[in-house]
């Protein structure tokens, strides 16, 4: 990432315009960013992944015609971080009238303070800059939210101050006004009460606020956004019908449709503390998959992309909890880590009223399932017939939570002169001990789930034979 350019050294109006200035709207502005890196092939969506050919050419389409927007979407489908990506659309530095309330451009103040300032001040008024982050609001919709965290009231301190109710000076601003000249987003817009809705309707049509018995015309330069979960948009909340009317474009996000995709996002947002083999992620992303595609699981709720995260930052815990109760120098992540991340992962996933009872079978079975697709992708071809052979000829290899990479490794059978363990470790890219018991504990659970060895839990420890 680039440092970001200071601002400039611009610091009053006169300044500003023999500068060549020109001012836009934020929809111009956004425009022509958009389609400045369209042109130089720039990606203005960095850190997306699977909505390259659905969901970003529509939204292109919307901010390249000034559109608000409202992302609709399931839990965890990534609607945040694509409208915050939104942001980096905006120019890197913007001029604002210093001290002003509402951030204004210094051509065209809209505040009746600031007007008289620049009445008064004339070419000397001050400037300031703003980065694109400070253009930026965001606000959570919660049932308790009111008019007044949006749009704005009357500020009794100022009342106080001997100011007469009729004055406009009197406001205290909501976050909409405040993000003038910038993005306004409100998550989970249904859960915002319908009188409150009511107060947006003028904000995204007219661009002016109204407050109490005011007559006030503020013309806001503001880009608004939402977010909603369709089940929440159809029974716990609704858009009402003449705020839903004002978003230019309505646009339906998706889980990732490729698995690669899935194992990206998991690489992208997974703070891990121990390492995690890439078979380990590609079994949680298509555990999760799994689930998405169960009819056990209820789908209106929908199986967030935080779910493998989540499994995949456990995982890595675990790795690193052994590591330092067996003072093993790498802390590095095996199959025998995943069932301490279902354990932990089984309350995020909301099942059909028919499932009681079944909860755990159900995750079992789907785990397992990602498993034997995974060994399957990553260790076709290679024959493990020597190793089946060894375990059946009595030879046990014992793993578990606690068990060091070491042991695992000493515990193998001697396979003479074959290479299988090589040609293991090369499929799965085991470079050191703990990747490398990690990839014969994949081989093994492999062969257990197609029935040619056998399992058994004893205590905390696995033993295959």
């Given at each position: 990432m680039t440092a970001p350019a200071a601002a400039p050294e611009i610091t009053t109006v006169g300044e500003l315009r023999r500068s060549g200035h020109v001012l836009r709207s934020v929809r111009e502005e956004i425009r022509d960013n958009l389609l400045a890196a369209l042109r130089g092939g720039r990606d203005p969506w960095p850190g997306l992944h699977g909505f390259a050919g659905t969901v970003v050419p529509q939204l292109e389409r919307a901010l390249i015609a000034g559109h608000d927007v409202v992302l609709l979407g399931e839990r965890g489908q990534g609607k945040t971080r694509l409208l915050r990506t939104v942001a980096g659309l905006l120019d890197e530095w913007s001029p604002v009238i210093a001290g002003s309330e509402l951030g204004e451009h210094p051509y065209a103040p809209i505040t009746p303070a600031s007007r008289r300032r620049a009445a008064?001040?004339?070419?000397?008024?001050?400037?300031?800059?703003?980065?694109?982050?400070?253009?930026?609001?965001?606000?959570?919709?919660?049932?308790?939210?009111?008019?007044?965290?949006?749009?704005?009231?009357?500020?009794?301190?100022?009342?106080?101050?001997?100011?007469?109710?009729?004055?406009?000076?009197?406001?205290?601003?909501?976050?909409?006004?405040?993000?003038?000249?910038?993005?306004?987003?409100?998550?989970?817009?249904?859960?915002?009460?319908?009188?409150?809705?009511?107060?947006?309707?003028?904000?995204?049509?007219?661009?002016?606020?109204?407050?109490?018995?005011?007559?006030?015309?503020?013309?806001?330069?503001?880009?608004?956004?939402?977010?909603?979960?369709?089940?929440?948009?159809?029974?716990?909340?609704?858009?009402?019908?003449?705020?839903?009317?004002?978003?230019?474009?309505?646009?339906?996000?998706?889980?990732?449709?490729?698995?690669?995709?899935?194992?990206?996002?998991?690489?992208?947002?997974?703070?891990?503390?121990?390492?995690?083999?890439?078979?380990?992620?590609?079994?949680?992303?298509?555990?999760?998959?799994?689930?998405?595609?169960?009819?056990?699981?209820?789908?209106?709720?929908?199986?967030?992309a935080r779910f493998a995260i989540a499994g995949a930052e456990t995982v890595a815990a675990a790795a690193l909890h052994r590591a330092t109760r067996q003072g093993e120098e790498e802390a590095v992540a095996r199959p025998v880590d995943l069932e301490a991340a279902v354990d932990v992962l089984a309350g995020k996933i909301e099942f059909e009223s028919g499932e009681e009872g079944r909860e755990d079978a159900i995750l079992d079975h789907l785990l397992r399932t990602a498993v034997a697709e995974t060994v399957a992708a990553h260790l076709r071809g290679v024959d493990l017939s020597l190793l089946v052979e060894a375990l059946e000829g009595g030879t046990v290899v014992t793993t578990g939570e606690q068990v060091r990479a070491r042991d695992v490794l000493a515990a193998l059978p001697v396979l003479g002169e074959s290479d299988l363990y090589e040609q293991i470790w090369e499929r799965l890219d085991a470079t050191d001990d703990g990747r490398r018991a990690g990839a014969v504990e994949l081989a093994l659970e492999g062969l257990y789930l197609t029935r040619r060895v056998g399992k058994e839990s004893v205590g905390d420890e696995t033993v295959y034979g």
């Amino acid at each position: 990432m680039t440092a970001p350019a200071a601002a400039p050294e611009i610091t009053t109006v006169g300044e500003l315009r023999r500068s060549g200035h020109v001012l836009r709207s934020v929809r111009e502005e956004i425009r022509d960013n958009l389609l400045a890196a369209l042109r130089g092939g720039r990606d203005p969506w960095p850190g997306l992944h699977g909505f390259a050919g659905t969901v970003v050419p529509q939204l292109e389409r919307a901010l390249i015609a000034g559109h608000d927007v409202v992302l609709l979407g399931e839990r965890g489908q990534g609607k945040t971080r694509l409208l915050r990506t939104v942001a980096g659309l905006l120019d890197e530095w913007s001029p604002v009238i210093a001290g002003s309330e509402l951030g204004e451009h210094p051509y065209a103040p809209i505040t009746p303070a600031s007007r008289r300032r620049a009445a008064e001040l004339g070419e000397d008024l001050p400037v300031a800059w703003r980065n694109r982050e400070e253009r930026y609001a965001e606000k959570l919709a919660t049932p308790d939210t009111s008019v007044a965290d949006l749009i704005g009231d009357v500020d009794p301190m100022k009342v106080a101050e001997g100011r007469s109710l009729g004055d406009p000076e009197t406001i205290h601003y909501g976050l909409i006004p405040r993000s003038h000249r910038g993005i306004v987003t409100v998550n989970e817009l249904p859960d915002l009460a319908e009188r409150i809705q009511v107060a947006m309707l003028n904000v995204m049509e007219e661009r002016d606020i109204q407050i109490r018995g005011y007559v006030l015309r503020l013309p806001l330069d503001v880009l608004v956004l939402a977010s909603a979960n369709p089940e929440d948009y159809t029974n716990r909340g609704r858009i009402i019908t003449p705020l839903k009317d004002r978003f230019g474009a309505e646009i339906r996000t998706h889980y990732p449709t490729e698995l690669t995709d899935e194992v990206a996002v998991v690489r992208q947002e997974a703070e891990l503390v121990a390492d995690v083999p890439d078979h380990l992620v590609e079994i949680l992303a298509r555990f999760t998959r799994g689930l998405r595609e169960s009819s056990a699981v209820d789908q209106r709720s929908g199986v967030s992309a935080r779910f493998a995260i989540a499994g995949a930052e456990t995982v890595a815990a675990a790795a690193l909890h052994r590591a330092t109760r067996q003072g093993e120098e790498e802390a590095v992540a095996r199959p025998v880590d995943l069932e301490a991340a279902v354990d932990v992962l089984a309350g995020k996933i909301e099942f059909e009223s028919g499932e009681e009872g079944r909860e755990d079978a159900i995750l079992d079975h789907l785990l397992r399932t990602a498993v034997a697709e995974t060994v399957a992708a990553h260790l076709r071809g290679v024959d493990l017939s020597l190793l089946v052979e060894a375990l059946e000829g009595g030879t046990v290899v014992t793993t578990g939570e606690q068990v060091r990479a070491r042991d695992v490794l000493a515990a193998l059978p001697v396979l003479g002169e074959s290479d299988l363990y090589e040609q293991i470790w090369e499929r799965l890219d085991a470079t050191d001990d703990g990747r490398r018991a990690g990839a014969v504990e994949l081989a093994l659970e492999g062969l257990y789930l197609t029935r040619r060895v056998g399992k058994e839990s004893v205590g905390d420890e696995t033993v295959y034979g």
